[in-house]
């Protein structure tokens, strides 16, 4: 029972342009939600988070849109540039449950 | 320390025997987690604890994998008679309260293999 889903493994983007990952979850009790980014060999690092209370959250070139009746999240990347390519993990948290990771998508930013 | 430390990066080991994985969390944070990540997977939560007591361990798959924080910042995750299922990427990670709503610092991981 995956309750967050990341339904696209990989995703190409050209430099300068935007790169959007998206993000969808089953449990309506998840009200905190983060995304991280994953290097090889490295352990994920924290990126953006976003509380159930907005439905917005911004941090230089990186945005998440929270869409709670759609139970959606996305998350914006512009302009997109070559050291923005990793994986990018969703994930989410309530209070009975720690944090519950999507699958990744591996985001490619191509010169 | 500066981040989260996990010792050793890499482990081969035969199925059967048993292993330990350690982990250094970030120095003042009270909480640690223990993640497992299978290839092409995100990671999977196993255990978590506040101080040095396992607040939730639902995530442990069964009773071969236990962990211990006997002094409240070190731990160490224990999996006896590896499988070779058991194969993964080991991730702890720590925060300072446990709350949760705080993010997540995790360490470079432990690349188990069982052979």
């Known amino acids: 029972d995956q309750q967050v889903k990341q339904n696209s493994p990989s995703l190409s983007v050209q430099e300068g342009r935007i790169s959007i990952l998206n993000c969808d979850y089953t449990n309506s009790m998840f009200d905190y939600f983060l995304w991280y980014k994953k290097y090889p060999a490295e352990g994920p690092t924290f990126l953006i988070s976003i509380s159930s209370i907005k439905d917005k959250n911004e941090d230089g070139r990186f945005t998440v849109f929270l869409n709670k009746s759609a139970k959606h999240l996305s998350l914006h990347i512009v302009p997109s540039q070559p050291g923005d390519s990793a994986v990018y993990f969703c994930?989410?948290?309530?209070?009975?449950?720690?944090?519950?990771f999507g699958q990744g998508t591996r985001l490619t930013i191509n010169p | 320390g500066a981040g989260v430390s996990q010792t050793p990066s890499n482990k081969v080991t035969e199925k059967g025997k048993y292993v330990e994985l350690r982990c250094d969390p970030i120095s003042g944070h009270t909480a640690l987690y223990w993640y497992r990540q299978s290839l092409g997977q995100g990671p999977e939560f196993l255990i978590y604890?506040?101080?040095?007591?396992?607040?939730?361990d639902s995530g442990l798959p069964n009773d071969r994998f236990f962990a211990v924080r006997p002094e409240g910042s070190v731990s160490t995750l224990k999996i006896q008679r590896t499988e070779r299922g058991d194969s993964a990427v080991y991730l702890c990670?720590?925060?300072?309260?446990?709350?949760?709503?705080?993010?997540?610092?995790f360490g470079s991981g432990t690349q188990l293999s069982v052979l």
């Open positions: 604890f506040q101080g040095t007591g396992a607040a939730d």
């Open positions: 990670a720590s925060s300072l309260t446990g709350g949760y709503n705080e993010k997540l610092f």
């Open positions: 994930a989410a948290s309530s209070r009975a449950q720690k944090l519950v």
